[in-house]
């Protein structure tokens, strides 16, 4: 999967385009117990990738 361009140049690496995307799905949903356990295991999610990367997409998470 290629890296996708952000405004201000800036690029997010494909693995946390995916979780972002999911994200947004996510939060579609009705709120319950199960999104918010899914919402914070994707933000896990979201801090690895970013750190393993090391870009400051991270700081966003």
Do not use: C, Q
Not at 11 to 34: C, F, Q, S, Y
Not at 41 to 59: E, F, I, P, Y
């Amino acid at each position: 999967m290629p890296t996708l361009f952000r405004p201000h140049g800036r690029a997010m690496p494909p693995a946390l385009d995916e979780i972002n995307h999911r994200i947004r799905l996510l939060m579609e949903e009705p709120a319950n117990e199960r999104r918010a356990k899914e919402y914070t295991r994707l933000l896990v999610l979201w801090a690895k990738a970013a750190a393993v990367n090391g870009s400051d997409w991270g700081k966003a998470a």
